[in-house]
């Protein structure tokens, strides 16, 4: 695995030196610090950070509202929010803010390495945490079905798509493959294959074929141009 960019944004100078010396035995992380004082979304950006340990609690932004911000913002980076208060209803919160998983605050430091690993991985744990409590599944099922039956989008769930990605979704659901649609738009193969990427994350989607479902779905591509 390469080098692995890992913030901390924390409230709490103590916790926050604390998970430092704990993921500092791991050789391929990189740490930083972000206390409140400092702009979370400009650190990222200046480190191109892989990972993002959140405060649900940080009072900048509240930790919900700033993973909302990050997913939108930074699609690359994973968001793992930490909680003093593991529940049920908060995770229902933190599902919604596309954070890629839910832990409680007391975690262990080999916990939080496997963590961060299957994150960079492209996985989401949160999906462990879902499965474990069933009420929050049919809870999260049952908004997604309100959402379908009264024609509302989705961005309540997942992040929206940008502009470029909504373009690149539309030549996926004409059947192009990544190294056609780099031809058509005159970019890299490996920019499309990043914009996929972020699309599959922010869509929460299994595949490509998931992804333009979801999208036609929520009429962010229209089903009758793709006849």
């Known amino acids: 695995m390469n080098g692995i960019t890992i913030i901390i944004i924390d409230k709490q100078a103590f916790f ?3 998970m430092h010396q704990a993921l500092s035995q791991q050789s391929e992380f990189k740490i930083l610090d972000c206390d409140p004082a400092q702009e979370p979304l400009e650190l ?3 480190n191109s950070a892989d990972v993002a340990l959140l405060d649900i609690d940080f009072p900048a932004l509240s930790g919900l509202e700033l993973s909302r911000r990050i997913a939108r ?3 690359n980076t994973r968001v793992v929010i930490l909680s003093p208060n593991h529940n049920d209803e908060e995770l229902f919160e933190v599902i919604k803010t596309g954070a890629v998983a839910y832990l409680n605050k007391n975690t262990t430091a080999e916990e939080l390495v496997n963590i961060i690993s299957r994150a960079c991985r492209g996985e989401y744990p949160i999906n462990d945490s879902l499965i474990a409590r069933p009420k929050v599944a049919e809870h999260v099922l049952k908004q997604f079905q309100d959402i379908v039956s009264m024609g509302k989008t989705m961005e309540t ?4 798509l940008t502009h470029r990605e909504t373009q690149i979704l539309n030549y996926v659901a004409e059947g192009n493959s990544n190294k056609q649609i780099a031809r058509i738009l005159e970019i890299s193969e490996q920019t499309i294959k990043n914009h996929v990427s972020s699309i599959l994350r922010k ?7 998931h992804a333009v479902a979801l999208a036609m779905r929520n009429g962010w591509i229209l089903v009758e141009e793709k006849l």
């Open 73 to 75: 913002r930074h699609p």
């Open 203 to 209: 869509l929460n989607a299994n595949d490509r074929a």
């Open 157 to 160: 769930l997942t992040a929206p």
């Open 16 to 18: 926050r030196a604390g």
């Open 44 to 46: 990222i950006e200046a």
